[in-house]
């Protein structure tokens, strides 16, 4: 971990609130500068034993600390412990980040991987990552606004999903540009389709800028591995590929 932006990175709203979602910053990012940007994380909870629902997220989340849910969800909504323990080799696949991995090493370092090693994963300090959404998703495993959706239908306010998507998509934009601002990447990959979107669709301040790769989630092999008419028939690892070779290679 190279922790020398974290006075800057301190200083944003959101993150001086809830300081498990400060990025993850390899010790090794400055070689290559590379920030990748995931969705969401979730918290430990399923639909059918809820105890921190949209309402309590709605009136507290965006306020305070919510050190009492942080806490009953030690480690789930933490963004540079995931990250550690994937290097460490304690995560087991992790997709999202083994084959974005993969495809940084055989464009960027020129060093094609076929089966990841241990050692392979501590090619991940040459990365930075965080999740767009500055709050996790509900319920474990579920998309971030299928679990918005989710929670208000149960409670009976189907609006309150609107207007969380709304807040939410809000903060992560303006934390999400900041960022950008302080580590300055040379590459900036979206590897979450929604995320991709809300952000591009929100009018988020580089949504055009020539850094970003828009593509999709390396961890499903129907969208990572699949031609897809959102990409003019490309792979979402074709997407990705592509663009690290116009950032790295051809610029």
């Not at 030690?74 to 999202?96: C, F, M, P, Q």
């Amino acid at each position: 971990m190279d922790y020398k932006y974290d006075e800057q990175l301190n200083k944003i709203e959101q993150l001086s609130l809830h300081p498990t979602l400060l990025p993850f910053v390899g010790d090794k990012y400055d070689e290559c500068r590379i920030l990748q940007i995931g969705e969401s994380h979730y918290i430990h909870q399923s639909y059918e034993e809820e105890k921190y629902n949209i309402q309590y997220f709605y009136e507290k989340w965006w306020v305070s600390s919510c050190k009492e849910m942080i806490n009953d969800n030690d480690g789930w909504a933490d963004t540079r412990g995931v990250l550690s323990e994937y290097i460490k080799g304690n995560n087991g696949r992790d997709t999202i980040f083994t084959n974005f991995i993969k495809s940084f090493s055989k464009i960027v370092l020129d060093r094609p991987i076929d089966h990841i090693s241990l050692e392979d994963k501590g090619l991940y300090q040459y990365v930075a990552f965080m999740n767009f959404f500055q709050m996790p998703s509900i319920y474990e495993g579920y998309k971030y606004w299928d679990s918005l959706w989710a929670s208000a239908k149960k409670i009976g306010n189907k609006q309150l999903a609107y207007d969380m998507w709304n807040i939410s998509v809000e903060k992560s934009i303006e934390t999400l540009d900041i960022i950008i601002d302080v580590l300055k990447p040379k590459a900036i990959v979206f590897t979450s389709v929604s995320a991709g979107d809300a952000y591009k669709n929100h009018d988020g301040k580089y949504k055009s800028d020539s850094r970003i790769i828009y593509t999709s989630h390396p961890g499903y092999p129907y969208t990572w591995c699949k031609k897809l008419n959102r990409f003019d028939g490309k792979r979402g690892i074709d997407v990705l590929e592509d663009g690290l070779t116009q950032i790295y290679k051809n610029s």
